[in-house]
Nanobody, 125 residues
């Protein structure tokens, strides 16, 4: 069993920044990667960023490259998502995810079987 708890969501103006946190607990040895997905009302769930927890390799959606940064603190079993230059289209529920990938790091939803409860991010123009 793996538990994921997100925090750090909120409301900001366009151009502002937020930092999301995800604390993992339980049998975390069952996973080797963590990341973030988001979903806005009426839109498909979208992979945002992921990190290989054993080596630090990362992957980002094209829509957030250069603006978002995923990082980790292994001692705290915590993953972060630093979001800069936020845009109204970034508004969504953000979910922390974890999984065990057999091949390359990616943003396929089926690769992540553990999900947090989500934290809301709202960006106003």
């Amino acid at each position: 069993r793996v538990q994921l708890v997100e925090s750090g969501g909120g409301s900001v103006q366009a151009g502002g920044s937020l930092r999301l946190s995800c604390a993992a607990s339980g049998y975390t040895y069952l996973t080797n990667c963590m990341g973030w997905f988001r979903q806005a009302p009426g839109k498909e769930r979208e992979g945002v960023a992921a990190i290989f927890t054993g080596g630090g390799d990362t992957v980002y959606a094209d829509s957030v490259k250069g603006r978002f940064t995923i990082s980790q603190d292994n001692a705290k079993k915590t993953v972060y998502l630093q979001m800069n230059s936020l845009k109204p289209e970034d508004t969504a529920m953000y979910y922390c995810v974890a999984g065990a990938l057999d091949y390359g790091l990616g943003l396929n939803v089926d690769d992540y079987n553990y999900w947090g409860q989500g934290t809301q991010v709202t960006v106003s123009s």
